[in-house]
């Protein structure tokens, strides 16, 4: 029973699906019922599954790895990048966290994480797309969020890099992994936000507008609130932009009484400083 959960936890950490991580190893209905706890799985199913969550035997056969210290670090790093605290983000990644994403073959989210704050934070677009292009070549699994998520941010410092080309690869990679069928993620809001933002970017205002209505409609299939208040703003500016100055003024408003709502700090301030630049 630990075994199968100590599975499926590392696997949804790392964001697979079952099929995904059944492929090429056993059926998707056995790891399930080893999942579940119904089977055990041999050797060489487990030595497989091991190979391609990029952890040892020993890793997955310690119960105390659930609640190790590398586990509670992603999850004050996602934290903090789901709540926009860039800054402690930035801080946080210098203060030798390195070598424990090392350890633990997972150096993708390490590099993603730093280049999103270079991106955002520092605003730094070359050391950006250096540390996103080390994520993506690290990046062991495939068709997944975090693959997406690292080719959307892409796609945005390659945008502020003026490198047209490569930012028009990075979009099109995202726009294949969402005609994909995929695991819903709290995350992929991120994913249409970043796409409408490389639309905007192009002047293509109504594709823009499309994608952050795709994005609004994700974070009510998912009852989430992540990147909601962006949505909204986005598409308020994009309404100003296209002459519906009125209707775009109201959609800022409500982003911004949304994120004071959802007491998003970090938000909030970004927005309130972006509206002061609008109008």
């Not at 992929?188 to 952050?212: F, G």
């Amino acid at each position: 029973m630990e075994l199968g959960k100590s599975i499926k936890y590392l696997r949804t950490n790392l964001e697979l699906t079952q099929k995904q991580l059944a492929e090429g190893i056993c059926s998707q209905s056995l790891l399930s019922r080893v999942e579940q706890g119904l089977e055990i799985p041999s050797v060489i199913i487990v030595h497989n599954i091991c190979q391609k969550l990029g952890i040892t035997i020993d890793t997955l056969l310690s119960t105390s790895q659930l609640d190790s210290p590398f586990i509670q670090l992603r999850k004050e790093l996602q934290e903090l990048f789901i709540s926009h605290d860039f800054e402690t983000l930035y801080a946080s990644l210098h203060k030798k966290t390195l070598a424990l994403f090392e350890t633990h073959s997972q150096t993708t989210h390490y590099y993603f994480y730093l280049g999103v704050c270079e991106l955002l934070y520092k605003h730094h677009p070359k050391n950006a797309i250096k540390h996103l292009e080390e994520a993506l070549l690290l990046n062991i699994q495939r068709t997944t969020t975090h693959e997406a998520l690292i080719h959307s941010y892409l796609m945005l410092a390659y945008f502020e890099d003026n490198n047209d080309i490569n930012a028009l690869k990075q979009l099109n990679q995202c726009l294949l992994f969402l005609h994909k069928p995929v695991e819903t993620s709290p995350l992929m809001p991120t994913i249409y936000l970043n796409i409408a933002r490389a639309y905007a970017n192009q002047s293509e205002h109504l594709a823009a507008i499309e994608y952050l209505h795709l994005g609004i409609s994700c974070c009510q299939k998912q009852n989430s609130t992540f990147q909601l208040s962006h949505l909204f703003f986005e598409l308020g500016v994009l309404f100003i932009k296209t002459e519906r100055k009125q209707n775009g003024i109201r959609k800022i408003k409500f982003s911004l009484e949304l994120s004071s709502y959802l007491d998003e700090q970090f938000v909030t301030a970004e927005l309130t400083k972006r509206r002061k630049l609008l109008y």
